[in-house]
């Protein structure tokens, strides 16, 4: 069974950094795209970064190109996503993804079949 652990959030203040961390387990295809999305009260999700770990492609909401960076420790199935210069506009609750369909496009939240439960992201201004 496919277990997706957020940890990391916090409350932080506009132009602070903060990083979250997904653990997985029970996935066995490590290479694939995985993906962090986000989701503010009233909104809908939206997909904000996704790696892939066997070529280290990468790609990002227009949003957050340039302030956050995503990576993976593939030996430990660990994602990461680090958030600088965060913005108000950054509050929501992060959800990592994994379990990717082939012909999707990685920030589809369509694409993955496995999610975690959120951590919580606040930017006080």
């Known amino acids: 069974q496919v277990q997706l652990v957020e940890s990391g959030g916090g409350t932080v203040q506009t132009g602070g950094s903060l990083r979250v961390t997904c653990e997985v387990s029970g996935y066995t295809e490590r290479f694939w795209w995985k993906a962090w999305f986000r989701q503010a009260p009233g909104k809908e999700r939206e997909g904000v970064a996704a790696?892939?770990?066997?070529?280290?492609?990468?790609t990002y909401a227009d949003s957050v190109k340039g302030r956050f960076t995503i990576s993976s420790d593939n030996a430990a199935n660990i994602l990461y996503l680090q958030m600088d210069s965060l913005k108000p506009e950054d509050t929501a609750k992060y959800y990592c993804?994994?379990?990717?369909?082939?012909?999707?496009?990685?920030?589809?939240?369509?694409?993955?079949?496995?999610w975690g439960q959120g951590t919580q992201v606040t930017v006080s201004s």
């Open positions: 993804a994994a379990c990717f369909y082939i012909g999707y496009r990685p920030l589809d939240g369509g694409a993955y079949t496995c």
């Open positions: 790696f892939r770990a066997g070529n280290g492609d990468t």
